[in-house]
């Protein structure tokens, strides 16, 4: 999960940076914001966001207030399979 200003953030810095240079910096970021969330079922990928969204075209943004909403049981995360 990578909340909508660590994007622009990154979007921006795409523009001086590397792409796996700026996945990193994000990242990090993002750690850094919502701690360790595989406790409530939400696992990061290996990829960083900017390569997912360049090889997949998916885009990890979040509302704000919903990483809160999990951690304090308001909303639970179900896992998606598939078929």
Do not use: C, W
């Amino acid at each position: 999960m990578v909340p909508r200003e660590l994007i622009r953030l990154g979007m921006f810095l795409l523009k001086y940076l590397p792409m796996n240079v700026v996945d990193i910096l994000v990242t990090v970021g993002a750690k850094t914001m919502f701690g360790d969330l595989s406790k409530y079922g939400i696992h990061r990928p290996e990829e960083g966001p900017f390569f997912l969204k360049a090889t997949k075209g998916r885009s990890p943004v979040i509302d704000v207030g919903t990483v809160s909403k999990i951690k304090s049981g308001e909303i639970q995360v179900r896992t998606f399979v598939p078929e």
